[in-house]
């Protein structure tokens, strides 16, 4: 190992396997490897971390079966859209949402009706006995 | 590399029929699609959300998202590259919340010490060196500027080495 330049740190290694570094720099740094033991060195053990990442498994199981709760989820989902979303289903809620008020309308006009009659009938009786 | 993902085909299993009829509604054949699917979507997942627990919830939530959007899923795009980028703005969106506590003693200790890296830096970390994303690609998935990936990524490899040699 020489001691009278600048070893690259693990950044600039980093960046030089990465093929990022410009080329004077690159031109230096092969320069300062093909004569220093330690950032060879250095240099490999990043090498083989990073080739441990590209060749890490491209599958990983899941601890436990996934597949249930997601149907079961789908499932809901597909329930509740169907639910919601068919037209001819929003229709007759609308027709029934009419029918009803229509029917309390009705009861509120007859009501009204027979109140009305009531009390028109009671009056002539009151206003005589007044 | 254009998609990022360091993809492959859909393998000899035929899925072509398979998501026809999940797009017809059949969920019996999408359970296929999920079998045949799950391990690469649960890697991305574990590997991103550095957690078991974090990494099942993102699972599903990318299969169920998935079985929703079928219908837009066109031939000409592999199935596999189609659930990847799912998979990716998922995690993305949701993953990495916080540093993973402690991972379970069955991971080998180089997963283990992924999971032990900062958010950021594992993120970083396996979308390059593990997915093998380039720096502007990550730069633009994640909404970092590429000096910052950079850092991130020396900064994950930095703490990996003293992690595994230690």
Redesign the interface.
Known sequence: MTYDETHPDLDGLGDYLDGLLASDRKVATDAHLARCTDCRARLGALRLLVARAADAPRELAPEADLWPAIRGRIEARRAAALFVATPARAAGARRRRLAVGAAIVGAAVAASSALTALLLGRAPAGGGAG | MTSGA?E?PDGPDGLDAFVRRAQA?D?DA??AI??AH???V??LC??MAGD?DR??EL??EV??HA??QLGHFRGGVVLATWLHRLTLSLTLEQAPAVTAALS?RERSD??RAIDALAPAARTT?VLH??E?YK?AEIAHLTGADEGTI?AQ??RA??R??EM??G
Do not use: C, I, K, N
Request: aromatic content about 14%.
């Open positions: 360091r492959g509604g969920v999408y359970e999920y079998r799950v391990g690469r649960h890697a574990r590997r078991p990494a099942a699972t599903q299969f169920v079985w929703e379970p180089f997963e970390f060196d593990v093998g720096h950079r990524l020396h490899r930095r990996l080495m595994l040699s």
